[in-house]
């Protein structure tokens, strides 16, 4: 088959699933709903598979152009899509655990009223989402962009009746929005320098740049404010915790395997944009570990298993871009795909616990879980033992490969990313403890309700502990599959900077020192985990405990919301109400001023028209004479 | 000759519905305005698109004075008429559910409205052009002061008085510009606007002629801070008038912006045009920072007009092909949302009699199809990509971007501001629990639901292949920018 015709499948699959399921909303049977969803997401998968088979590395990318969508004068920005070993990794991702998370919702949401409106949701997401990684040129990924932006807000507050989830919603889109200002005024100077959005014409171009070009940090900082809100980066992080109001099948797709790794994506996309930028790389580099450090210290003590999880990811996204920062990456998509892997299970999992629980998510309710749910404590593990990086298991690999690069880069970086990764381990451990292990901790009622959740829900949760637990062999160290894979992608980056790109700078005993001491850290945290949560069976206070000073700090999450609610939010609103009474008044009275001196102007002249023809008369004269005087004086 | 029907035939079914006496006036203004949308249609069709002045009619008017009564439609105008031309049949079908005492007289004054407006996107003659403008105002001032809320009288009064105001520093510049064009005894001054386009005028004279029409128009759209007329008139009129005026008739003063300020006072422009993007600038922020806190809804649906009117007033100056295309397309864009925001606002309004926010919430319970098409306008307001509004916007964005980066960041506030004041507005009427008011609310009648329909198709249908309209008036914006370029060099 044509490759426009595939490549447009993909996307229309999703699209016709979300068109019946939305349109009959309510009329398609609800057996029905789950299927269609499902299988549309599968068969988008399916021919994905068959395009990476297809695929032939020496050809180069292939471009789909399906028309020509917005054109003025020179500026042709087509609707058209670019496969190449970067799409088809993420298609295979967002597809492949997109049809197990479907699958997964059947079984968690089925019982919702609003179930073939969450279905169509979902589709429409894996649509955008698909446009997003699949777009040839910025444009396109910037319909995804917004798009997978909307439809986070739709599922967040899928819930309407709530207002804090409402609340929620809007919070995740308007932020986002902050970060899409930035990738709009990034794509306009793309467009005023290079002409095009194209991506291969723009890297093309831009290999012809020399280092440091002004422009491209320009243009390389504004897409990462971009990747900032889609990313859940300081300062635009804070939206994605109270994302978790959505449904747990939501905060597992879009919240954490596919939608936040798209500011990963971009960068990895424009890596010859970024290798040009070095200085935007250092800042990316603080940033990311500013924020994997300030979310882990946040999940150390937070006690909502999806809160956890949640800033576990702003903190995971954090490192992906420190990998990113000393320009690793490969090393970036390894964690991104195997991120997608073992968070997507921890949050199905989470799911599942909570549907054993009555919707109950505070650990300190739970414990002992273990014995009622076997399936989910099994996989939940294997997804808690991979996140912390212990060996073998799939986040070892990727975050050791991750934290290898930066150490050739940076030392100290090096040194705060193995800190983080302690962390990590200690409050995914406690996490895991504290809802797996021990006594039960919540009510009789829920005791007696406590039960395994259905094989819809427990296949996805085996397929991604599988995943979770052999993903690490993609990229084994020392040149694995996916170092070798996407090495194309990075032509144009090694061209403009050899030196980042050159091979083995630490040898290979550095390099297990390094592996040791991460996965040693990690252990140490898991041993520390143990003995306060299950020898010394400790469990967090309640909220309303006394706290000293510092953890009460971290327990509110560093006051951040509040912080931008002082300085953002309600000056905002206060300039709002300000103009609305103060300013309009102001512009209205000078409006009403010059009204006020025509109509004393206006008296003043009504005073000629005394009623005596003489004076009329004499008016009319001295009238003509001017006018002919200005015709004949003015106008030679 | 068919821009001849557009303009008049309007004005005939107009005159022949004040005779009707009945139950059918309605009806009978929905099909008068069908036809004129056929019409249109018609035109739109059979456009080519180049840089020429098609379907067109030019008759002696004053004929000693040069003064002639000539039309046609070219690539500037084409879109506003498909605007016209498509909105009106659907703000006629909105009032299907209500009823307005002296419905003959109400339906006539829409259909004459649509005439002027035919007539002011259309005109070739400067005073023809005059002449629709103010005489668009007539009937949108009696609609207003008719059948308006209970503070209609001063606020109309003050929006009549502001306009008339506003173009009478329009009518001086024109009569300049008459008396700029040579003139012999045997042939005497021309006011058509391609020979004003001719004149070779001394840059002291293009200051002062920009300020002229420049305040005209400002006034029309309105930019910043000729505004004050526009939020009370939006709120205390007649929804169909309101769509109207915002629908429609604000893109007279954008039109106004393409067809004279920057063809005939090119160094008028160098010299203020960034004044005019920085107040049109502000204009977008202030407009929706004030938005954000407004708990009407047709008030906060009039700022937010307020503040994408100044969005395409900077694309405009920025004088770039893109900001062109974008002001073009983003009329017609402007249109649909702000016609479907509108009809939200009525159709909740004639539910709960009420359009204070805080007395709202939970509708989207008991109506599936509201919430979706609410949801679509909505989508195309904020510029979401697909829909209509976001090719608008990238472009004159990207235009503003080009001519100073800096005012193309203030600029782009507004897809941030835009998105909190509109969830906002989703978020309170739709969401949260019911109040006493919403309890009952019935989703849309199948007349209702068929304004929304075609507003829909069009949101999308720009969404998703802008060419279609795109192509239609490049040629004219190429030529515009080319025209501009050249007689800015030559008068210097």
Redesign the interface.
């Given at each position: 088959m044509k490759i426009e015709l595939l490549c447009a499948l993909i996307p229309l699959f999703p699209l016709v699933g979300f068109l019946i399921n939305g349109l009959g909303f309510r009329r398609v049977p609800t057996g029905l709903v789950g299927f269609i969803a499902t299988a549309a997401v599968l068969a988008s998968f399916l021919i994905s598979i068959s395009l990476f088979l297809g695929f032939q590395a020496e050809a180069g990318p292939q471009i789909a152009t399906l028309f020509d969508w917005i054109s003025v004068g020179d500026l042709h920005i087509n609707f058209s899509f670019q496969i190449d070993q970067l799409s088809l990794l993420m298609l295979l991702v967002v597809t492949g655990v997109g049809s197990l998370i479907h699958l997964y919702s059947i079984g968690y949401m089925h019982h919702d009223e609003g179930f073939g409106k969450f279905m169509a949701f979902l589709n429409l997401f894996i649509f955008f989402m698909l446009l997003l990684v699949m777009g040839s040129n910025y444009v396109i990924m910037f319909i995804g962009w917004e798009g997978v932006g909307l439809c986070s807000y739709l599922l967040i507050g899928f819930w309407n009746k709530n207002t804090s989830y409402n609340n929620a919603a809007r919070k995740a889109f308007v932020m986002n929005r902050i970060g899409d200002l930035g990738f709009l005024l990034g794509i306009f100077l793309i467009i005023n320098t290079f002409g095009t959005v194209e991506y291969l014409d723009v890297f093309k171009q831009a290999t012809s740049l020399g280092m440091g070009d002004k422009t491209i940090l320009a243009i390389t900082l504004l897409l990462f404010v971009g990747a900032m809100g889609k990313s859940a980066q300081i300062p635009l992080y804070t939206w994605l915790p109270d994302a978790m109001a959505g449904p747990t099948p939501v905060s597992a797709l879009i919240h954490a395997a596919t939608m936040v790794t798209a500011g990963i994506y971009m960068v990895v996309r424009s890596n010859v944009l970024y290798t040009l930028s070095p200085l935007t790389l250092e800042i990316i580099g603080g940033i990311a570990i500013a924020t994997a450090l300030l979310a882990a210290s946040i999940g150390l003590l937070q006690n909502d298993i999806k809160k956890v999880l949640a800033y576990s990811t702003v903190s995971q996204l954090g490192y992906m871009f420190l990998g990113l920062s000393a320009t690793a990456y490969t090393a970036g998509m390894f964690h991104v795909i195997t991120h997608a892997f073992f968070k997507a299970l921890l949050f199905l999992g989470a799911g599942s616990v909570i549907h054993a629980m009555s919707d109950e998510q505070d650990i300190r309710k739970m414990g002992g879980l273990r014995k009622a749910l076997p399936i989910t404590f099994f996989t939940f593990l294997l997804g808690t033992w991979a996140i912390s990086g212990i060996p073998p298991l799939a986040g070892f690999f990727s975050k050791d490969e991750i934290l290898a690069h930066v150490y050739e880069h940076s030392k100290l970086l090096w040194a705060l990313g193995v800190l983080g990764s302690g962390l990590t381990s200690f409050y995914m451990f406690r996490l895991l403890f504290l809802t797996f292990f021990g006594e039960f901790r919540g009510t009789d009622e829920q005791k007696h309700h406590l039960h395994e959740s259905p094989l819809t829900m427990t296949l996805p949760l085996m397929i991604l502990a599988v995943l979770s637990v052999v993903g690490g062999a993609l990229n084994l160290p020392g040149g694995g599959w996916l170092s070798h894979f996407m090495e194309p992608l990075f032509e144009g980056s090694r061209q403009v900077n050899p030196e980042a790109f050159a091979e083995g700078a630490i040898d290979h005993s550095t390099e297990y020192m390094l592996m040791a001491i991460s996965s040693g850290v990690a252990i140490v945290s898991l041993i520390i985990a143990y003995v306060m949560y299950i020898s010394r069976g400790a469990v967090p206070a309640s909220d309303s405990a006394e706290r000293s000073l510092p953890e009460q700090v971290v327990y509110n999450k560093y006051y951040v919301d509040e912080l931008y609610d002082t300085i953002i939010v309600r000056p905002i609103r206060g300039l709002g109400d300000a103009l609305y009474s103060f300013g309009e008044g102001l512009v209205d009275g000078v409006v009403n001023g010059v009204a006020w001196l025509v109509r004393q102007g206006s008296a003043q002249l009504r005073l000629l028209q005394n009623g005596s023809i003489g004076f009329y008369v004499l008016a009319m004269v001295v009238s003509i004479v001017l006018i002919f005087a200005f015709r004949f004086f003015i106008r030679l | 000759m068919l821009t001849l029907f557009l303009i008049f035939y309007p004005v005939v079914a107009a005159t022949l519905i004040l005779l009707i006496r009945g139950e059918r006036i309605k009806q009978a203004a929905l099909v008068a305005a069908l036809v004129e949308l056929a019409i249109a249609g018609a035109a739109l069709v059979s456009f080519k698109p180049d840089a020429s002045s098609q379907f067109g009619f030019d008759y002696a008017w004053i004929g000693s004075l040069g003064i002639r009564f000539s039309a046609g439609i070219d690539g500037i105008s084409i879109l506003l008429v498909l605007l016209t031309g498509l909105l009106v049949p659907f703000i006629i079908l909105s009032t299907f559910n209500r009823s307005y005492k002296q419905p003959a007289t109400f339906y006539a004054l829409m259909l004459y409205m649509q005439a002027a407006l035919m007539g002011v996107f259309t005109a070739r003659d400067g005073f023809l052009f005059y002449l629709f403008f103010e005489a668009a105002l007539i009937p949108i001032y009696f609609l207003a002061a008719m059948w308006g809320g209970e503070n209609r009288i001063p606020v109309t009064f003050k929006f009549f008085?502001?306009t008339i105001f506003g173009s009478l520093f329009m009518l001086v510049a024109l009569v300049y510009l008459y008396?700029q064009t040579p003139a012999t005894l045997t042939a005497p001054h021309s006011a058509a606007i391609a020979d004003f386009y001719k004149l070779k005028l001394t840059p002291e004279a293009q200051n002062w002629l920009f300020w002229a029409f420049f305040i005209a128009f400002a006034i029309k759209m309105p930019v910043?801070?000729?505004?004050?007329w526009q939020?009370d008139t939006y709120v205390e009129s007649p929804t169909p008038a309101t769509m109207l005026l915002a629908g429609i008739m604000l893109k007279m003063g954008v039109y106004g912006l393409i067809r004279f300020i920057l063809p005939i006072v090119p160094l008028g422009v160098e010299a203020w045009g960034k004044t005019a993007i920085i107040l049109s600038v502000i204009g977008i922020v202030?407009g929706s920072?004030?938005?954000?806190?407004?708990r009407d809804m047709k008030r906060l649906i009039a700022y937010s007009s307020f503040s994408h009117v100044g969005l395409m007033a900077a694309g405009v100056f920025s004088q770039t092909?893109?900001g062109m295309?974008?002001a073009l397309v983003q009329m017609l864009a402007h249109g649909i949302n702000v016609v479907g925001m509108f009809f939200v606002a009525d159709v909740i309004f004639s539910r709960t009699n009420t359009r204070q926010l805080d007395q709202l919430g939970?509708i989207?319970?008991s109506t599936?199809k509201l919430t979706v098409f609410f949801m679509i306008m909505l989508?195309g307001s904020v510029a979401?990509?697909?829909t209509n509004g976001f090719?608008g916007e990238?472009?004159l964005?990207?235009g503003v971007?080009?001519s100073n980066?800096y005012l193309?960041?203030a600029a782009?506030?507004t897809?941030?501001f835009g998105?909190?004041y509109m969830?906002?507005l989703f978020?309170k009427s739709?969401?949260?629990?019911t109040t006493s008011r919403t309890e009952t609310f019935a989703d849309l009648t199948s007349s209702e639901s068929w304004v929304f329909i075609p507003l829909v198709v069009m949101v999308f249908w720009i969404g998703v292949?802008?060419?279609t309209f795109?192509?239609l008036t490049?040629p004219a914006v190429?030529n515009l920018m080319k025209y501009i370029g050249t007689t800015a060099v030559s008068m210097k």
């Open positions: - | 008085v502001y008396y910043f801070p000729f505004h004050t939020p202030y920072i004030i938005a954000i806190r407004q092909e893109t295309q974008g939970g989207t319970q599936p989508l979401l990509p697909l090719v990238f472009l964005l990207h971007f080009t980066h193309g960041l782009g506030f897809i941030i998105a909190v969830l906002r978020q739709m969401f949260g629990s292949y802008p060419n795109l192509e490049q190429v």
